[in-house]
Antibody
Framework: EVQLVQSGAEMKKPGESLKISCKGSGYSFSSYWIGWVRQMPGKGLEWMGIIYPSDSDTRYSPSFQGQVTISADKSITTAYLQWSSLKASDTAMYYC????????????????????WGQGTTVTVSS | DIQMTQSPFSLSASVGDRVTITCRASQSVSSYLNWYQQKPGKAPELLIYAASSLQSGVPSRFSGSGSGTDFTLTISSLQPEDFATYYCQQSYSTPLTFGGGTKVEIK
């Protein structure tokens, strides 16, 4: 079975660091882009960034560039999302998801839908 | 960044109704447009990719159309399990962006 399993809920204080994980199984982990999506309480979906585990090529949304770090360890089929200094405004549900396919045209990458999702990791930041 | 605008923000419909949700991109995204369904407390699920391709396992009452900047998700006969929030997403260029969502409620 193809699946992504995320790490458990986290409760942190402002200023603390955090790294959450997303472990893939049942498919060739290195060959599919993995994206991260934020959903703040009662709000919509926000795309944070994407990584290609094979070579760790990473793209960020400008809204999240410099605020988080996306990484992956293909040897253990796991992607990560980390913060160096959390803020209360980072309180949200975070999802990882796999893109079902992608296409490269020159320097441009186009992606197809996110077909496999993790169960989500709730991050709560409060003093 | 490409902005995605969905309409309506919410709608009320009855079981058996035909429902249409629209999504407009601020610039052409070709056919790199996806639709997701999200139920409360659950992760989103992919319904449609590449504007009109039905994801495996998704009921055929869901369909997508459009290209360029204007897209439509249609549910031909609304079922009780379809009451949820629907999101469009362009995957033509990074940053990939989602629409604001359309909540489909029971009338």
């Amino acid at each position: 079975e193809v699946q992504l399993v995320q790490s458990g809920a986290e409760m942190k204080k402002p200023g603390e660091s955090l790294k959450i994980s997303c472990k893939g199984s049942g498919y060739s982990f290195s060959s599919y882009w993995i994206g991260w999506v934020r959903q703040m309480p009662g709000k919509g979906l926000e795309w944070m960034g994407i990584i290609y585990p094979s070579d760790s090529d990473t793209r960020y949304s400008p809204s999240f560039q410099g605020q988080v770090t996306i990484s992956a360890d293909k040897s253990i089929t796991t992607a990560y999302l980390q913060w160096s200094s959390l803020k209360a405004s980072d309180t949200a549900m975070y999802y990882c998801a796999r893109h079902r396919d992608w296409l490269r045209r020159g320097t441009y990458f186009h992606f197809y839908g996110m077909d496999v999702w993790g169960q989500g990791t709730t991050v709560t930041v409060s003093s | 960044d490409i902005q995605m605008t969905q309409s309506p923000f919410s709608l009320s419909a009855s079981v058996g109704d035909r429902v249409t949700i629209t999504c407009r991109a601020s610039q052409s995204v070709s056919s790199y447009l996806n639709w997701y369904q999200q139920k409360p407390g659950k992760a989103p699920e992919l319904l449609i990719y590449a504007a009109s391709s039905l994801q495996s396992g998704v009921p055929s009452r869901f369909s997508g159309s459009g290209s360029g900047t204007d897209f439509t998700l249609t549910i031909s006969s609304l079922q009780p399990e379809d009451f949820a929030t629907y999101y469009c997403q362009q995957s033509y260029s990074t940053p990939l962006t989602f629409g604001g969502g359309t909540k489909v409620e029971i009338k």
